[in-house]
């Protein structure tokens, strides 16, 4: 498994799809070539779809991820996350986490139990 990504120019969001076991080295892969391909695009939104996804890395390398990478790689602050709930426990919580964290820096983000609604906060931004 792994990751894919794609941009939906309907939308004009780039959709990231996470699955199975995940290690902080492709979550950290994944996420910058998504902003990567944002910037080409032109966009802030972003929908990540996470229902399939297994973490094994912690809150500390997420907060590594916010706080390190995301100021490296020159994310606007303004950028709108919706994420797409994970049916792992475990991968719950650190999306959670992941929210909190991302809000306390300016970029906005919340979870949601379909695309259809994850799809219909965002296009209210």
Not at 35 to 51: F, I, W
Not at 57 to 77: A, S, T, Y
Not at 95 to 109: I, M, N, Q, R, S
């Amino acid at each position: 498994m792994g990751w894919k990504s794609e941009y939906n120019n309907v939308e004009n969001i780039m959709e990231l799809t996470l699955e199975g076991v995940m290690d902080f080295k492709t979550l950290t892969e994944a996420i910058f070539i998504i902003v990567e391909s944002a910037k080409n695009h032109n966009t802030v939104k972003y929908l990540a779809d996470c229902r399939l996804v297994i973490p094994e890395f912690g809150r500390g390398q997420i907060f590594e991820l916010i706080n390190k990478f995301f100021p490296e790689w020159d994310i606007p602050i303004g950028s709108i996350v919706s994420i797409i709930e994970p049916k792992d426990i475990d991968a719950k919580t650190k999306a959670e986490f992941y929210v909190y964290a991302v809000k306390k820096l300016g970029w906005d983000a919340d979870i949601f139990p379909n695309r259809k609604r994850a799809l219909e906060w965002l296009n209210k931004h």
